[in-house]
């Protein structure tokens, strides 16, 4: 009887012995996943995980391409976004574009070498560089940004002159660059980018509310009967083409009128203080515009004549 006790009260020791073991073995691996959990939770809310987690959010999304051409995104974002329905850009190289940022005394007006800097666009736009870069030449060089290729070349053209047009056909994104453009800052360069995407149309017609037609109902005296019946044509018509331009605000009354005398449509205006601090001739502020045209009733070249007659008139000279 004692032996057969015995081997009972060992049996139950070894149960005993295994329970616990059990035990040890569940918490243990409870603790595991605990750690495991506590480590991902920390993980996520660091700083760096949510920018990246935002970041691809906003890749996803469809917001950086849906069309925006108002003058205040353009001057904050340095990006213009143009809706399949566009077919032509005139992209301004603004006075002093040639001026480097990192020079210590701010020699530019305004804060891109080229407005717009970025653009997204459709496949078969035209794009075309105007220079008002006073008594200096550009030149534009086009690589696609994955292959690294040279697509194009614009040439020298002088100031008060346009470049030749390129037509971006292929979805791609393509940089284009100009380097010595500043003796007292030789790294210093020039550059741009376009991407060329499936672009949607505009979900209201361009231009619809256009500062044009405000200018037409709230200005009795300043534009004429030849400027109210063009603006009135371009606003009823399809714009398709799009492009910048920037004069001293203290002005803008007398160049817009100019322009929507020549049939272009002010899309939208965005004052701002210019970064060189101002000058004689100048005001210490200056007016973004961006305009538009039907090409069907005001050509290219047309809206190319106006400019240069306008350009040259502008005090930056």
């Known amino acids: 009887m004692l032996i057969k006790h015995s081997s009972n009260n060992e049996r139950s020791s070894r149960n005993i012995e295994l329970l616990s073991l059990n035990s040890v073995t569940k918490s243990t691996t409870a603790l595991v996943i605990l750690l495991l959990l506590a480590s991902v ?14 970041y691809a959010q906003v890749n996803n999304s469809n917001s950086t391409t849906q069309p925006n051409i108002n003058a205040t995104t353009i ?3 340095k990006t213009m976004v143009l ?15 040639h001026e480097s940022p990192a020079m210590e005394e701010e020699q530019r007006h305004i804060n891109q070498p080229y407005v717009p800097q970025r653009v997204i666009v459709g496949p078969g736009t035209m794009i075309t560089w105007f220079n008002g870069d006073v008594d200096h ?4 060089t086009l690589n696609d940004a994955n292959s690294k290729q040279q697509i194009f070349d614009s040439g020298v053209f002088a100031f ?11 979805t791609s994104t393509f940089n284009y660059y100009e380097a010595n453009v500043n003796n007292e800052d030789e790294d210093f360069v020039m550059e741009g980018e376009i991407t ?20 037409l ?22 714009i398709d083409t799009v492009g910048t331009f920037m004069v001293p605000t203290q002005d803008i009354d007398t160049y817009v009128s100019q322009l929507v005398d020549s049939g272009f449509v002010i899309d939208s205006m965005h004052d701002f203080q210019d970064l060189r601090g101002g000058q004689e001739g ?32 502008l005090p930056y000279s």
């Open 160 to 170: 008060n002159e346009a470049s030749k047009p390129i037509v971006v056909n292929n």
């Open 75 to 77: 001057y904050d974002s």
């Open 196 to 215: 060329v995407v499936n672009q949607p149309l505009h979900t209201t017609t361009p231009f619809s509310n256009a500062v044009t037609q405000n200018l």
């Open 41 to 54: 939770l920390a993980v996520v809310t660091t700083p760096e995980f949510h920018a990246k987690f935002v």
């Open 282 to 313: 100048t005001g210490d502020r200056q007016t973004l515009i961006v305009w538009g045209a039907d090409s069907s009733s005001v050509n290219l070249d047309s809206l190319i004549s106006t400019l240069k007659e306008i350009t040259p008139e």
């Open 137 to 140: 030449d550009h030149r534009i």
């Open 217 to 238: 109902s709230s200005s009795p005296t300043s534009t004429s009967t030849t400027t109210n019946n063009a603006a009135t044509v371009n606003l009823n018509s399809n």
């Open 83 to 97: 809706g399949g329905d566009i077919k032509h850009l005139v992209t301004l190289i603004p006075n002093e574009a």
